[in-house]
């Protein structure tokens, strides 16, 4: 929300209360609070008739400061809040006559008394300031204190930090606009609006920036950013009332900060291997029954494409029903020895579902009579005709509302299915309801999500166990990766959707996102065969994989049979790259630096990398760079170093673009130099023990370690090559049995087999 008019002047009727001093100190052990004046206090009379704000500065863990500004700090608290994990006793604080510090970690504030300012530094060095007018109150319809309404109405509150030469910011969740978003405005706030414009389903409240800092606005509810606009060299947020929260958190590499930010909001869950091999779905408004899904089925498998999951979308049940999880029994009359048959095939299965109650639903009578809906504030419940007629919506901060949701879905578990796809939960009223725990409707818009999707997630935990919960959902908020997975919603079937789709992803997995996932081929309308084929090899080098369409099927036999043969072998290409996947896996859900990387995520200091969003690190080694155009040709950039292509073991030098015209069965996929790449080559599945006879391929090595997750032992072997030399020292630790490659490297060792140990070649 933009203010100002000007660089001097205020838009007409809007009045700026900024701290001009600090009056008053109370420093305590963990926490230190400030008293603030709008004015200049020269004379006793000035303490009269004014704003002051309060601040509350406090570090919930190393390396991260909260700053809480108050105006009335006697207004009631009003929930719901992002569920943090926060400590104590992490800062320290000093004190001049002119200057307060506090320190947590490398990272400080420092605030003058007079005239007031911040800055945050690291180790010293200067990452963010904010001076006179940015920290401030905003009356919007300012009359004078006498006429004021308070801060209910016409009063924000706003922060602007400063962005230096050259200093460009990511995040903000799932973004469909440029990947930079300097000079972007953006309102933190979930809409069901595609993936062509600037609204998003998945909002997140946190930036990171090229300088090695994030930071975290602590409001479920909308957030407005001005990032670069309203004052071209500030990041500016700002929140409705008058109280803001937010978090700087120090890096001070911009993976440290998503360390740092998942530390405080939550770490992805990790996912089952069988996630991430090839969903596919019935699609949206097609026709289908049981003799269909058995078709695509069967015809996938007796085509050599191992599908591992088959989802079920919105018409598994009855029209205007949605949702009641009932089986339409006219197209599904057996719908439990179905799920066996599709079962014996290998598959697991995923079926649609939303928080939505169609009028027609056999739940909506049982959720009005027992309170279960969100509610009008004059007692009806709620209900709109956007998406199922007369739907209401379950209230979620009610217990027994989520007890009885779970209830229902616990039936279809027990009939075989084995996870959800949890849609919508973006278009939720903010005015005029009232939730069974007096929540405030305009924080649950963008929170609802969070507890709709915990409410499901926590129920598979229950009933398949924490290794195996899974949701492909669409919406999210800030701790929302904790309940993964997130595809990217409703795209067009073009390659421009193509490219949005993988730039909000990228955007997504810089915000606290572990994995990420699309609709192969596009979701809206129905591709080329050219696009598809482009997109299946791009889909399935992404964290998960499915193929999904709106009106028309994504079997690969209805676009022409080379669609087959390019799911095929990407397919299969997944499978055996998976001891490698899921050990980045597996460092996603430790540390939450993302699966899919951005390029100026893992090369934050080639410039060159700052804008790129048509190619990402699929993990710490290997590259991957879509083809975006009929023509097959594929322009990246590999940075500084020697990168090997995956499939033809060809050396290229970095520091350079190529461009390079590619079939099919093609795509620019590179290894990193000092890396090894676990792999199973005749791998038909994604779960499997990876550890057992897996091969080792070593890439232009100095110093290079890695490890493969050992399913049944529930353990990492270990595997580090050090290069003195000609001579390679290659150890091992761990029980089972592998097999070493020297990609472009000669010798005459043998090296099959090997066990625990330490083994030395020498290379030619």
Same mark, same amino acid.
């Given at each position: 929300? /933009? ?139 300012? /009359? ?28 903000? +969740? ?25 609204? $998003? ?10 300088? +090695? ?168 419940? &709620? ?103 997130? &595809? ?53 080098? $992404? ?99 020697? &990168? ?5 073991? /060809? ?5 350079? &673009? ?107």
């Amino acid at each position: 929300m /933009k203010f100002s008019n000007g660089c001097w002047l205020e838009k007409e009727g809007c009045s700026c209360f900024s701290p001009q001093e600090v009056y008053f100190t109370k420093i305590e052990k963990n926490k230190v609070t400030l008293c603030a004046p709008t004015i200049r206090i020269i004379t006793r009379g000035d303490t009269l008739g004014s704003i002051n704000l309060t601040v509350v500065i406090t570090s919930p863990a190393k390396g991260v400061i909260r700053v809480q500004t108050y105006h009335h700090a006697g207004m009631a608290a009003k929930s719901p809040q992002f569920e943090l994990n926060t400590s104590e006793d992490n800062m320290e604080v000093t004190q001049t006559d002119e200057l307060i510090t506090i320190t947590s970690g490398d990272l400080s504030l420092e605030i003058t008394k007079l005239p007031w300012s911040m800055t945050y530094k690291h180790k010293g060095r200067v990452l963010s300031k904010s001076g006179r007018k940015d920290l401030a109150l905003m009356k919007t319809d300012w /009359k004078g204190y006498a006429y004021d309404k308070g801060d209910y109405t016409d009063t924000y509150i706003r922060q602007q930090l400063s962005m230096g030469v050259g200093e460009l910011l990511y995040g903000f +969740g799932e973004r469909f606009t440029p990947f930079v978003k300097n000079g972007q405005s953006i309102d933190i706030f979930n809409q069901d609006g595609g993936t062509s414009t600037e609204q $998003s389903y998945k909002n997140i409240p946190f930036y990171v920036s090229n300088k +090695g800092y994030g930071v975290f606005v602590n409001h479920p509810e909308k957030v407005s950013f001005e990032v670069g606009t309203e004052m071209v060299t500030k990041a500016e947020f700002s929140v409705e009332g008058s109280y803001l929260d937010y978090f700087f958190i120090d890096g001070p590499s911009m993976k440290d900060v998503l360390v740092k930010y998942t530390d405080l909001t939550g770490k992805p869950s990790l996912p089952a291997p069988w996630t991430f091999g090839l969903w596919l779905s019935t699609s949206f408004t097609t026709n289908y029954d049981e003799k269909t899904v058995m078709s695509f089925i069967d015809g996938m498998l007796d085509r050599g494409i191992p599908l591992r999951v088959f989802h079920f979308d919105c018409f598994w049940m009855k029209e205007f029903h949605w949702s009641d999880f009932v089986w339409d029994e006219r197209v599904f009359p057996d719908p439990e020895g179905m799920l066996k048959r599709i079962k014996a095939k290998g598959l697991n299965i995923c079926v649609w579902i939303n928080s939505y109650i169609g009028q027609e639903s056999v739940l909506f009578a049982e959720g009005v009579d027992n309170g279960y809906f969100v509610k009008r504030t004059n007692g009806d419940v &709620w209900q709109w005709d956007m998406w199922q007629p007369g739907m209401a919506l379950v209230d979620f901060t009610n217990p027994d509302a989520c007890k009885w949701f779970q209830s229902k879905l616990e039936v279809l578990l027990d009939m075989g299915v084995d996870c959800f796809k949890t849609d919508f939960g973006e278009r939720i009223p903010t005015e005029g309801v009232v939730y069974f725990d007096g929540s405030d409707p305009k924080k649950m818009h963008n929170y609802y999500t969070y507890l709709y999707n915990r409410c499901v997630y926590e129920l598979l935990e229950r009933k398949r166990g924490k290794g195996e919960a899974v949701l492909f959902a669409r919406s999210a908020t800030a701790g929302s990766q904790k309940f993964p997975v997130h &595809w990217g919603g409703d795209c067009w079937s073009d390659y421009e959707s193509m490219e949005e789709s993988l730039r909000g992803g990228l955007s997504l997995c810089m915000s606290g996102f572990g994995y990420w996932s699309h609709d192969i081929g596009g979701f809206e309308s129905t591709s080329t065969p050219d696009v598809y084929k482009r997109w299946a090899a791009f889909g399935l080098l $992404s964290s998960h994989s499915r193929l999904h369409g709106s009106s028309s099927y994504r079997v690969p036999w209805a676009y022409d049979e080379e669609a087959v043969d390019v799911v095929r072998t990407f397919t299969l290409l997944k499978a055996s790259l998976m001891p490698y996947l899921y050990r980045n896996a597996i460092y996603a859900s430790q540390t939450g630096i993302p699966m899919m990387r951005s390029m100026v995520l893992e090369f934050t200091d080639d410039r060159n990398c700052s804008y790129l969003d048509k190619q990402y690190m699929m993990g710490d080694s290997l590259l991957v760079a879509p083809i975006f155009n009929e023509e097959g040709i594929a322009e990246y950039y590999l940075p500084a170093g020697t &990168w090997t292509n995956y499939f033809t073991g /060809k050396k290229y030098t970095g520091g350079c &673009w190529y461009s390079e015209k590619c079939g099919y069965l093609e795509i620019p996929l590179f290894v990193r130099e000092n890396s090894i790449v676990a792999v199973k080559p005749d791998a038909n599945r994604p779960d499997y023990d990876y550890a057992d006879g897996v091969t080792l391929r070593v890439y232009e090595p100095s110093d290079c370690t890695t490890t493969v997750y050992d399913m049944k032992a529930n353990a990492d072997t270990t595997i580090s090559v050090k290069k003195s030399g000609n001579e390679l020292t290659i150890s091992i630790t761990g029980t089972k049995k592998c097999n070493v490659e020297l990609v472009n490297m000669l010798t005459d060792a043998e090296l099959t087999e090997l066990t625990a140990g330490t083994y030395t070649v020498t290379v030619k």
